[in-house]
C-alpha cells in the first residue's frame, strides 16, 4: 500500500499534534466493495457526519488531504480563543487598579510561551479529531489523499477507487486574498499562518474590519502590538447592528488600535523587511509602515480539484457547492455540509448541518437548514452574540417589528463587576412576544444569546423568558429584564386604568 507521510520536525507538542491530525507513516486501508457513505473533509462537517453516520452503523470512508481537524482545529476557532484567552489576562493584569490590585509593574508579555500555549491546547482537542479514534474507536476507513469524483457514485484518492451509495463533501473553506498590487511579494498572513509566529509584530496591519480582523487586531494590540486596521466599508463588522458594530469600535480605539474606514489600499511594497502600505482616503494619500500584515477579509469555498463536473455536481467558485434546503447537490447522491456550501461559515453551524446530512442521506427524511436559529458571535471585547433577523431584515419579509433594548447598565451584576458596556435587543413581532431576532453586546454574550437561540428554535415568545427564575446576581437577568420590559409594553393606558378600577373596588 502507498504510504502517506508528512515530515515532521516539531516540538514534542506539536509532534503529538500532527501524530493526531496526520500521523507519520499512515498506510491508507484498502477500499470497502462499497460504502455507505463516503466523506471529503475532515473538518468539523465531515468529522460530525462520519462519526455520527458511523455510529449508527453505515460503512463510511473519510477523506482528508491535509490535515485532521479542518480549519476550527488548525487555525480557526481553536488556536484564535485560545491567543484571546492570553490577550484577555494581559489586559486584566493591566486594569486590576480599579478593584484594589496592584503591583503589575513587573507583568511581561512572553510572546513565545503564548503560542506555545496555543499550540498545546490544539494539541489537546486534537485527541477527539485523531485519525486513530476514527478508525479504531468508531471503524470509519480513513484515508489520507486528494480526493476525486471519477463518476456520479465513485472517488479516487491514493490510486483507491472508492464506491459510494451517498457522499459527502465536506471540504471546508480558505482565507480570500484581496488583489492588491504587492501583496504577494510583500508577504502576508491568514489566520491559517499567523499562529505560526515566532516573534510579536511591532506594528501589524489588518486588513479588514470583519469578525477575524476585530478579534485578532484586539488580541494582538492587548499583548502590545501598534495594530491597524484598515476597513474599506463605512463601519467595522457590517453584518452587526450598527449600535453593536459601534460600541466595538470604541473598545479597539480604547485598546490603541487606529482603525481607517472608507479606506482602500492602492499598493504595497517592502523595503527590507518593512512593508509599506499606499492608502486612498477621503482623497487622500497616506502611507502606512508594517512589520507584518494580517488579512482577514472573508473566506472563499474550498471546491477546486474535486473534478465535481465527473459527479454532475453544480458549483460555483465565490458561492461554493450549491445545495437544496435538505442539503442535496445536484447529484441526488451528493450532499454538503459546512463552509462549502453554506453562508454561515461557522462550527457550529456545519455541525448543524452535518447531523442534516446523516439524516437525510441515510434515512431519507425531509429535514431543512433554518438559517434563521443559527447563533453568531465575534469574540471582540465585549462580544458580540446574535441569533435571528435584525429589524430590517424582518421589515424586508414583511413583518411589522418593535424592538426593545436594556443596557447592561441596569444590571447588577455588570455594576459589581466594573463592566457595565453593551445592551441586549430584541426584536418581535409587532403586538406579540414572537422574537424575531436579537444582539447582546457584552461579555460573555456568546454564552447569553444560548437563551434566546433555545426559545426561538422552539418556538417559544419572550414571555417564556419572563416566568424563567434567572439567579441573582447573573449576567443572564439582563433578558428577564428584556421580558419585563415587554409586559410593561402591554400596560396600555386602558388597561392601566381599568386595573386602578380593579384595585380600588378591592380596597372598599
Known amino acids: 500500500m502507498k504510504q502517506s507521510t508528512v515530515s515532521l520536525h516539531y516540538s514534542d507538542t506539536k509532534r503529538f499534534l500532527y501524530q493526531n491530525i496526520h500521523p507519520n507513516g499512515w498506510k491508507n486501508p484498502e477500499p470497502a466493495p462499497r460504502y455507505n457513505l463516503v466523506v471529503i473533509g475532515a473538518g468539523t462537517a465531515g468529522l460530525v457526519t462520519a462519526a455520527g453516520a458511523a455510529g449508527l452503523g453505515a460503512k463510511v470512508a473519510l477523506i482528508e488531504r491535509r490535515f485532521i481537524g ?14 484571546l484567552k492570553s490577550a484577555y489576562a494581559a489586559y486584566e493584569v493591566r486594569t486590576s487598579g ?10 511581561a ?7 506555545n500555549r496555543v499550540d498545546s491546547i490544539k494539541a489537546k482537542i486534537s485527541i477527539h479529531d485523531s485519525a486513530e479514534r476514527f478508525s479504531k474507536n468508531f471503524g470509519v476507513d480513513v484515508f489520507f489523499g486528494e480526493g476525486k469524483f471519477t463518476a456520479a457514485d465513485s472517488i479516487l484518492v491514493d490510486r483507491k477507487l472508492l464506491r459510494f451509495k451517498k457522499a459527502a463533501i465536506c471540504t471546508g473553506a480558505r482565507a480570500a486574498v484581496p488583489s492588491i498590487p504587492g501583496i ?30 476585530c478579534e485578532l487586531a484586539q488580541g494582538f494590540a492587548r499583548i502590545g502590538s501598534q495594530v491597524t486596521i484598515i476597513q474599506h466599508g463605512e463601519h467595522l463588522l457590517p453584518r452587526e447592528d450598527t449600535d453593536a458594530s459601534h460600541f466595538i469600535h470604541r473598545s479597539l480605539t480604547r485598546d490603541g488600535i487606529k482603525i481607517h474606514l472608507l479606506a482602500q489600499i492602492e499598493r504595497i511594497t517592502t523595503k527590507g523587511k518593512i512593508k509599506t502600505l499606499t492608502i486612498l482616503k477621503s482623497g487622500k494619500r497616506s502611507e502606512l509602515f508594517a512589520d507584518e500584515l494580517l488579512v482577514g477579509v472573508g473566506r472563499i469555498p474550498n471546491v477546486e480539484g474535486l473534478n465535481l463536473e465527473a459527479a454532475n455536481i453544480v458549483y ?5 457547492v450549491q445545495v437544496s434546503d435538505y ?31 446523516i439524516s437525510n442521506s441515510l ?55 466594573g463592566d457595565t458596556e453593551g445592551f441586549v435587543r430584541v426584536h418581535l413581532k409587532s ?32 414571555a417564556a423568558i419572563g416566568k424563567t427564575v434567572h439567579p441573582y446576581p447573573t449576567r443572564s437577568e439582563v433578558l428577564k429584564k428584556v421580558a419585563d420590559a415587554y409586559y410593561k409594553t402591554r400596560l396600555t393606558p386602558g388597561i392601566k386604568k381599568l386595573f386602578a378600577v380593579w384595585l380600588k373596588w378591592q380596597r372598599a
Open 431 to 462: 403586538r406579540s412576544d414572537t422574537l424575531l431576532g436579537g444582539t447582546i453586546v457584552a461579555r460573555h454574550a456568546g454564552e447569553m444569546i444560548n437563551e434566546l437561540s433555545f426559545a426561538m428554535a422552539n418556538r417559544l415568545g419572550l
Open 363 to 417: 434515512f431519507m427524511t425531509r429535514r431543512k437548514r433554518n438559517p434563521l436559529i443559527i447563533p453568531r458571535c465575534t469574540y471582540t471585547d465585549p462580544e458580540i452574540a446574535h441569533i435571528g433577523m435584525s429589524a430590517e431584515e424582518a421589515r424586508g419579509k414583511g413583518f411589522d417589528v418593535s424592538t426593545l433594548t436594556v443596557p447592561f447598565a441596569d444590571v447588577d451584576r455588570t455594576i459589581i463587576e
Open 327 to 357: 442539503l442535496q447537490t445536484s447529484n441526488q447522491n451528493v450532499y454538503a455540509a459546512g463552509d462549502v456550501c453554506s453562508d454561515y461559515k461557522f462550527t457550529h453551524a456545519a455541525e448543524e448541518m452535518a447531523r442534516i446530512v
Open 98 to 107: 480599579k478593584f484594589g490590585i496592584f503591583g503589575t509593574k513587573n507583568s
Open 184 to 213: 504577494e511579494t510583500s508577504g502576508y498572513h491568514t489566520n491559517e499562518t499567523v499562529f505560526q509566529l515566532k516573534e510579536k509584530p511591532r506594528r501589524l496591519v489588518v486588513i479588514g474590519g470583519g469578525p477575524l480582523g
Open 316 to 320: 460555483d467558485l465565490q458561492a461554493g
Open 70 to 83: 479542518g480549519d476550527c482545529l488548525n487555525s480557526g476557532c481553536v488556536p484564535s480563543k485560545a491567543f
Open 109 to 115: 508579555v512572553h510572546f513565545g510561551r503564548i503560542m
